[in-house]
């Protein structure tokens, strides 16, 4: 019964690659972000949606692109992986879209070689 | 100047002592803040909310807000050695966006 799942929990590719990671939450949030943790820890918002709607896009290349099919899930499509893109990728959601906390996801460890 | 700013530490306190861990913001109309644990390898875990000026007491934690210093801060009593974590300090800013800004965390090692 985790209340905000993401899948792969790893992920090893190579540079030029593909990848997706996806994100469902079961605690009826509207609200979902991505976040993504460098190496020194920092956890910065990447995107954020409202009921399947964008809201947040922070500048983020468009090699990323999310994909909110309803509002339980929130999807993260990568093209073009570069090794930059090797960080901890963290799924989030909140009840509502103003000033409630975030609860997140247990991660995706992306490593680009 | 960064939006949310904490030492990074590490802190080091000996067991059953206090840690104070501390965040200042530079968002003047920021309204909600916010403590996060994070063990390593792991996700952040919300363990403190505060809205308004003055001290929230929950359990061993006590969070602290100065709107007008724009100082948030968190103590931790009779500390344990499961609190060793990077504790991260998370504001949401005045424009309402429902966007955290999260400081870059302050490594807490509590000493058996």
């Known amino acids: 019964d985790t209340a905000v799942s993401q899948t792969p929990k790893y992920l090893v590719t190579q540079m030029g690659n593909d990848k997706s990671i996806k994100c469902e939450q079961n605690?009826?949030?509207?609200?979902m972000y991505w976040y993504k943790q460098d190496s020194k820890k920092f956890l910065k918002i990447m995107f954020s949606?409202?009921?399947?709607?964008?809201?947040i896009n922070e500048t983020v290349p468009n090699r990323f692109s999310p994909k909110s099919p309803d509002k339980a899930h929130l999807n993260l499509h990568i093209n073009s992986l570069e090794l930059g893109d090797s960080a901890v990728y963290f799924c989030a959601s909140s009840p509502l879209i103003i000033g409630t906390e975030a609860f997140f996801g247990q991660g995706t460890r992306l490593t680009v070689v | 100047q960064k939006e949310v700013e904490q030492n990074s530490g590490p802190l080091s306190v000996p067991e059953g002592a206090i840690a104070s861990l501390n965040c200042t913001y530079s968002d003047r109309g920021s309204q909600s803040f916010f403590w996060y644990r994070q063990y390593s390898g792991k996700s952040p875990e919300l363990i403190m909310s505060i809205y308004s000026n003055g001290d929230k007491e929950d359990g061993r934690f006590t969070a602290q807000l100065n709107k007008a210093s724009q100082y948030v801060s968190l103590l931790i009593r009779d500390s344990q050695p499961s609190d060793s974590a990077t504790y991260l300090c998370a504001v949401t800013k005045s424009s309402n966006t429902g966007k955290l800004i999260f400081g870059q965390g302050t490594t807490l090692q509590v000493k058996p």
């Open positions: 605690l009826g949030h509207d609200t």
């Open positions: 949606y409202n009921n399947k709607e964008l809201i």
